[in-house]
């Protein structure tokens, strides 16, 4: 089946740094996803990225659709304490298809 | 607009016995999706409902099973638990046709 890989596991950084993470999948998706997930909360999406090639912010955030359909990356810029939390990345093949996730990336902000 | 409820937000039951989660839609939308999140991975997906109707599936086996009311809430049931389902069961909803999926807080269930 699907599956998305996604990199680094976790990541420890010091507040203000920029962070970059990334997702690469075994098939091609149409549309890639970035969500963050605090505790005891579900996922909230930060970015939907709908064509291949795209680039799109949204504050800080930075990700785009990578041009083989297969990977993407999130970007955060001048990291603060609230990023603390985990990312995932997720491909959905067409509207209202099954979203599929990645195994998420740990966000720590060291003091 | 009201988001996407869970209930109970928490619960443990004993191997074997069966269980019921339920799920309100955010307001205005008509599909329901319920996930599993087993600790330290990302969601899977179980099934979707649509028009009251399972309209896609996950590799997960008969015992899981929902129904979706009409006014777009949902349950998802659960028999003969087995210790691997202890997991953050995750509902989401949409519109059909429109992108973005919101998703519940979910409700973290313990299989003793």
């Known amino acids: 089946g699907q599956q998305l890989n996604q990199s680094p596991q976790s990541m420890f950084i010091q507040e203000g740094e920029d962070v970059s993470m990334n997702c690469t999948s075994s098939s091609i998706f149409n549309t890639w996803l970035w969500y963050k997930q605090d505790p005891g909360e579900g996922p909230v999406l930060l970015i939907a990225l709908y064509k291949a090639g795209e680039l799109t912010s949204n504050g800080r955030l930075t990700a785009q659709f990578g041009i083989t359909r297969k990977d993407s990356f999130l970007n955060i810029s001048a990291s603060i304490p609230s990023d603390v939390g985990i990312y995932f990345c997720?491909?959905?093949?067409?509207?209202?298809?099954?979203?599929?996730f990645g195994k998420g990336t740990r966000l720590h902000i060291l003091p | 607009e009201t988001g996407v409820t869970q209930s109970p937000t928490h619960l443990i039951k004993t191997r074997g016995q069966q269980v019921t989660l339920r799920c309100s839609s955010q307001?205005?939308?008509?599909?329901v999706s319920w996930y599993q999140q087993a600790l330290g991975q990302g969601p899977q997906f179980i099934f979707q409902?649509?028009?009251?109707?399972?309209?896609g599936r996950g590799n997960f086996p008969p015992r899981f099973s929902g129904l979706q009311f009409p006014n777009y809430s949902s349950e998802l049931n659960v028999n003969a638990l087995e210790l691997d389902d202890s997991a953050l069961y995750l509902c989401?909803?949409?519109?059909?046709?429109?992108?973005?999926?919101?998703f519940g807080s979910g409700t973290r269930l313990t299989v003793v």
């Open positions: 989401a909803s949409s519109l059909a046709g429109r992108d973005g999926y919101t």
């Open positions: 409902y649509y028009r009251e109707e399972e309209n």
């Open positions: 307001s205005g939308h008509n599909t």
């Open positions: 997720a491909g959905q093949m067409n509207r209202d298809d099954k979203i599929i």
